[in-house]
Nanobody, 120 residues
Framework: QVQVVESGGGLVQTGGSLRLSCACS????????IGWYRQAPGKQRELVAS???????NYADSVKGRFTISRDNAENTIYLQMNSLKPEDTAVYYC??????????????WGQGTQVTVSS
């Protein structure tokens, strides 16, 4: 059974940094695109950053220049380096992993989330 496990959240002051990790279990299917999402209290879950199997990245405007997503394909692990953190970055951060079943089919898994709190 596929598991997606986030880690690295915590409490940090404004301007600080955190590095989130997302460990995805190995599968007979290849790991495709990965995304980091976040959900603040009372708000909808939103995409923060994503990275394709080929390494192409995409960022929400609110985090461009501050966050960097990367992946270690050998370890099936994805990272989110978060710098210059702001109180509005406070949220539960979720990892979304897609495994490619066939050319037109992917299977999507979510992690349990990790809390990031930025104090002012």
């Amino acid at each position: 059974q596929v598991q997606v496990v986030e880690s690295g959240g915590g409490l940090v002051q404004t301007g600080g940094s955190l590095r989130l990790s997302c460990a995805c279990s190995r599968s007979s299917f290849s790991l495709d695109a990965i995304g980091w999402y976040r959900q603040a209290p009372g708000k909808q879950r939103e995409l923060v950053a994503s990275i394709s199997s080929g390494g192409n990245t995409n960022y929400a405007d609110s985090v461009k220049g501050r966050f960097t997503i990367s992946r270690d394909n050998a370890e099936n692990t994805i990272y989110l380096q978060m710098n210059s953190l702001k109180p509005e970055d406070t949220a539960v951060y979720y990892c979304n992993a897609k495994y490619r079943i066939s050319s037109g089919l992917v299977s999507t898994y979510w992690g349990q989330g990790t809390q990031v709190t930025v104090s002012s």
